[in-house]
């Protein structure tokens, strides 16, 4: 097994989540900050939506621009953020916090639910 996979379900049990690994071709949005290598890098997982497998990653303060998050496929992730692959088999209405010498994992259970 590799030590890619090995992360994610240990992530995965340490949480009690069922691990929901992205599709290689899906789209996450991720921010100009966390590309940069910027941290904290923050996550979130909503629930997947066509080719959107519903990750959200940014760093620094969250934004509503509409450009804020740019459309990335989920292959090229161990490229740009090789620190965030661990966490990206978290199903929907999980979130992380990572930083340098710092983690947060939990549920968001309003992550699940469709904005009104």
Sequence with gaps: MSSKVTAHIAICA???AEPMLPPPESRLGV???ARAGLFPL???RHPPNGALNG???WSGDLSTDPDFFQPTCAH???AI???VLPYLALPP???FLIAPGH???WFDPALLTPAP
Excluded: K
């Design 14 to 16: 340490r949480v009690g």
């Design 31 to 33: 921010s100009a900050g």
């Design 42 to 44: 923050h996550g979130l």
């Design 55 to 57: 990750w959200f990653i």
């Design 76 to 78: 090229h992730i161990p």
């Design 81 to 83: 953020l090789p620190a």
């Design 93 to 95: 209405g999980w979130r």
């Design 103 to 105: 983690e947060d994992v």
